[in-house]
């Protein structure tokens, strides 16, 4: 009761001072019959009483009367001037220091001495901080604790040796509730931060810490670079003991700090960790409260690193709240390369979902393939994950290596060899059209010579037949002519395909040219020379790339020819492109 009395600063009736005791978890009947005894104390431990009955107040004042000759204490009207002649013993302590008279159980002994010592006068811990920063009149505990920023950078100042020193004189069982006045504190302390810390702090305190520090921070219209300060030292601090009940507070703390142009990353990471661990054990009520979309607002600024608090807080929340999680808040500043590093650890769930690949890397990998001007970046593009790779458009692939090819020669023999398998498709669906032409005009022209000789008489229907006839076939040219343009797209974009695969999974070139050679020897495309060779000049089969080599002579394949293959006829597509060996 004492404690209590001290604790608080300020009048309690009878019925308060039991009812806070039992809010602290004491037994009410016990309280109940202990309370005529300790009342007997109140005199002798620095206690004054004011009022009648109910109404009846108890508060610390920390003045004790001094006892008389025969070992009691002098009346209310005995003489004060020896009370204050000599200044009483101040120490700092939360246990009342109990007199001889009190028994275990906080009664009294009958057979107690009539010449106990002198009760020393106790500091309390409020009137303690109040001495350390030079407050007058000293002020209740209640005063710091609601403004916990303010009173951790007042402390601050005093330096870590002052603060320790305060730390050490109080007795053990007070200084780990006393701790949670020094959270905020904006420089390290041993005794919070050091490996001779106390014991883990009570998540309680470290809750009523926070509320009060948001209260704060809503009161302050004009927050100083000291507060933020504060707030980044108690978050750090408050992230390994913080209760994910207050998750609320730490939002509203992480938002505050946030806002200033000189943030603490290392703070809003650890309280960003922290949150992805209480976002799972909240319960769904307590999630549906939580605001966000200032959450999303105070990690923006974090890096998107395997390991971070950023990464740790966006698999949460997509658990937590998928509808939410594709938000373009939580991706603000986030580059295609850190999102790839994160996606192969525990990031890869969320950016795996379907949300995320359409609204977050889909505008990522267009943005990153549309500036590609190198073969090597050209290369890290076609070497993305599947789920990124899905991204890329095939005309934006190649219009890519078109690009790149203005600079790269050796991306130019690639985008040439597609080209040509491409012309040769091409060509081979015209003839195969034109014959297909030639067939049905030459039956068409068959039937009608016949009905002219049998039916002469009716010549002016045969000619609107043949002329409905005619209409049909120019329509079916038309249809046959887009089935050949798209079977010639077709066979282009499997070779593509081919050569897109083989290049992401690094295939040689040997191998890949292997491949390209399959795939048109299956058009009955033949090869004319192989690059790298020597072989004989051949006016019919070769192009000299400068001067007019004999016929026979040496010369060495530069790019290959092709001829095709035809009912028996074979036709040159290409000569090989030679120069003299």
């Given at each position: ?54 109404a ?50 906080g ?126 030292w108690?978050?750090?601090r ?32 650890l ?7 209480h976002?799972?054990l ?84 267009m ?12 290369a ?22 078109r ?25 081979r ?36 037949i ?40 690094q ?75």
């Amino acid at each position: 009761m004492l404690r209590l009395l001290r604790e608080t600063g300020v009048p309690m009736t009878a019925k308060r001072v039991k009812e806070e005791l039992v809010a602290f978890g004491l037994d009410e009947k016990k309280i109940a019959s202990a309370w005529a005894a300790a009342r007997k104390l109140f005199a002798t431990s620095g206690v004054k009483e004011d009022g009648k009955g109910a109404a009846r107040t108890y508060a610390w004042t920390g003045r004790v009367a001094e006892p008389t000759q025969t070992g009691g204490t002098a009346p209310a009207g005995a003489d004060r001037r020896a009370c204050e002649a000599e200044p009483a013993k101040t120490t700092v302590t939360t246990e009342p220091s109990l007199s001889k008279r009190e028994t275990p159980e906080g009664g009294t002994s009958a057979n107690a001495p009539a010449d106990e010592p002198e009760v020393e006068r106790v500091e309390t811990f409020a009137q303690a901080v109040a001495r350390a920063l030079g407050d007058e009149p000293a002020r209740g505990i209640d005063h710091y604790a609601k403004k916990p920023l303010q009173t951790g950078t007042r402390l601050g100042r005093l330096g870590e040796s002052a603060v320790s020193g305060l730390v050490a004189s109080l007795p053990n069982e007070e200084r780990h509730q006393a701790l949670g006045l020094f959270l905020a504190l904006p420089i390290r302390v041993e005794v919070l931060d050091g490996p001779g810390r106390e014991a883990p702090l009570d998540p309680a305190t470290v809750h009523a810490v926070l509320v009060a520090a948001v209260a704060e921070i809503r009161r302050d219209t004009d927050p100083s670079p000291a507060s933020r300060l504060a707030v980044g030292w108690l978050m750090r601090r408050a992230s390994a003991a913080a209760r994910p009940s207050a998750s609320a507070a730490l939002i509203a703390l992480m938002a505050y700090a946030a806002e200033g142009p000189e943030r603490d990353s290392e703070a809003l990471d650890l309280a960003a960790q922290a949150l992805s661990r209480h976002l799972p054990l909240l319960p769904s009520e307590a999630r549906q409260a939580i605001d966000f979309g200032a959450l999303a607002a105070a990690v923006a600024h974090l890096p998107l690193q395997p390991r971070g608090g950023r990464v740790a807080l966006l698999a949460a929340v997509a658990k937590a709240r998928p509808e939410g999680i594709a938000d373009e808040a939580w991706w603000s500043g986030v580059k295609l390369s850190a999102l790839v590093a994160c996606a192969a650890g525990g990031l890869g769930s969320v950016t795996s979902l379907p949300v995320i690949s359409e609204r977050v890397l889909r505008p990522l990998v267009m943005k990153e393939i549309s500036a590609v001007n190198s073969r090597t970046r050209l290369a890290w593009i076609l070497g993305l994950p599947r789920e990124f790779a899905a991204q890329l458009p095939a005309d934006a692939v190649a219009a890519a290596f078109r690009r790149v090819a203005k600079e790269d020669r050796l991306v130019t023999e690639w985008a040439e060899a597609i080209t040509d398998d491409a012309g040769v498709d091409a060509l081979r669906n015209e003839l195969k059209q034109a014959l297909d032409d030639a067939a049905a005009a030459s039956q068409h022209a068959e039937v009608s010579e016949d009905r002219a000789r049998e039916l002469a008489e009716r010549c002016d229907r045969l000619e609107e037949i043949l002329r409905r006839e005619h209409n049909q076939a120019v329509v079916m040219r038309a249809s046959q002519e887009r089935q050949v343009r798209i079977d010639v797209v077709r066979t282009l974009a499997d070779l593509a395909a081919e050569v897109e695969e083989l290049a992401a999974n690094q295939t040689a070139p040997e191998l890949l040219v292997e491949r390209v050679r399959s795939l048109v020897a299956a058009q009955a495309l033949e090869p004319i020379g192989v690059a790298g060779t020597e072989t004989s000049f051949d006016p019919s089969l070769h192009k000299p790339v400068f001067g007019s080599p004999d016929l026979g002579a040496k010369v060495s394949v530069l790019r290959p020819g092709y001829r095709w293959r035809s009912s028996g006829e074979d036709i040159r597509m290409h000569k090989a492109l030679v120069t003299t060996a």
